[in-house]
């Protein structure tokens, strides 16, 4: 089992909607968490760090559950600029371990 | 400006051939890692450093090496690079791994 796990997509979204996915885990060990984006084969910048009591920046929202092994992305109002692929990213042991992405196409 | 830069950006060569993409962080971090990007396999960590003169492996070693002399350096060397070693390559540093990752802009290597 991979240690992180997304469903790659593509998730095409009408401009406005809602859209939300999840990240799940393999190691219930797993210390830190992130979501990163990144924008067609180019560096990926941190969008948020996950934490237990779940957190908020503007339309974005991200949520942390431990006893699931998951961790959960949602993108409310979608833009056009929204598009990119969400990389989901869990710490251990000093290591960092990523998942192959969630792409999100934000259509007009 | 903070930043990570590597060099080259984009790279062709052939089989066997030793070659080095450097990489240099200006934040003072501690912490640098390597990683490779393959289409279908996301990020995979090769190697990641935790100061000067600390390093260790990550998912994908094999067939890399890497030194830590300086705290703002940290070369990603191929002593004979394969064609599986074709990739996108990005070199990243931070306060440490639980921390905000700062990724460099991305070496691209081809090996014919």
């Known amino acids: 089992r991979k240690e992180v796990e997304q469903d790659p997509g593509p998730f095409n979204v009408p401009e406005g909607a809602t859209v939300a996915f999840n990240c799940t885990y393999s190691n219930s060990a797993s210390q830190s968490f992130f979501w990163y984006r990144q924008d067609c084969r180019k560096e990926p910048k941190l969008l948020m760090s996950?934490?237990?009591s779940g957190n908020e920046d503007g339309r974005f929202t991200a949520q942390l559950n431990r006893a699931s092994q998951y961790i959960s992305l949602l993108i409310r109002d979608s833009k056009l600029s929204d598009s990119a692929t969400y990389l989901c990213v869990v710490g251990r042991n000093n290591r960092l371990a990523f998942g192959k992405g969630n792409q999100v196409v934000v259509i007009p | 400006e903070a930043q990570v830069t590597q060099n080259p950006r984009y790279l062709i060569t052939v089989t066997g051939k030793k070659l080095t993409v450097t990489c240099s962080q200006n934040m003072n971090h501690e912490y640098m890692s390597w990683y490779r990007q393959d289409p279908g396999l996301g990020l995979r960590q090769i190697y990641y450093s935790m100061n000067v003169e600390v390093t260790d492996k990550g998912d994908v070693p094999e067939g890399y090496k890497v030194s830590r002399k300086e705290k703002r350096n940290f070369p990603l060397i191929l002593e004979s690079p394969s064609p599986n070693q074709t990739s996108l390559y990005f070199c990243?540093?931070?306060?440490?791994?639980?921390?905000?990752?700062?990724f460099g802009p991305g070496t691209r290597l081809t090996v014919t």
């Open positions: 996950v934490y237990s």
């Open positions: 990243a540093s931070s306060q440490g791994f639980s921390y905000e990752q700062y």
